[in-house]
């Protein structure tokens, strides 16, 4: 099956997000639904790395997200030698990628807001910066790792 375009992909995660998916969620969903992978644990698996992983201020969740689309094209089944590059090389170029483009990778950071308090939880909720900021941390991973696979093959 073809790869969907990364238009495409990116508007699916647009969409998803603006479902009120987590940001992890419609990452790992964008991604799956572009390489052509549909499952019952999609998005199950990635909900608790949401904001944060589960609001803790951790990695972004879009992140994280990302790497596991990643890990759909690249991850292993078994234990075997490696011949060229690591299967975990790609998720260090999202990595590296992402705080290239937008200069930090845990969520606080990006955000501004600890999330883990709810006075700055209620901040974020009442400046929409879910909209504002979470959704476009949501297109940079996905675009950044549909480029990733697209240079990869």
Not at 122 to 134: A, G, K, M, Q, S
Request: charged share 25%; proline share 5%.
């Amino acid at each position: 099956m073809p790869m969907l375009s990364r238009e495409e992909t990116l508007k699916l995660a647009e969409t998803y997000a603006g479902q009120r998916f987590l940001c992890s969620e419609s990452c790992l969903m964008a991604l799956a639904k572009c390489q052509g992978l549909e499952s019952p644990l999609i998005p199950r698996i990635a909900t608790g790395f949401g904001a944060g992983i589960g609001r803790s201020g951790e990695i972004c969740g879009a992140v994280t997200g990302a790497v596991m689309g990643l890990s759909i094209r690249y991850g292993r089944d078994k234990v075997e030698p490696t011949k060229d590059r690591r299967p975990y090389w790609y998720a260090t170029e999202l990595l590296k990628r992402f705080n290239s483009e937008l200069g930090e990778l845990r969520c606080p950071a990006l955000l501004g807001l600890d999330l883990a308090k709810p006075e700055e939880y209620e901040e974020y909720i009442r400046r929409n910066l879910w909209l504002h900021n979470c959704t476009r941390y949501i297109l940079s991973a996905t675009g950044i790792a549909w480029d990733i696979i697209k240079e990869n093959g």
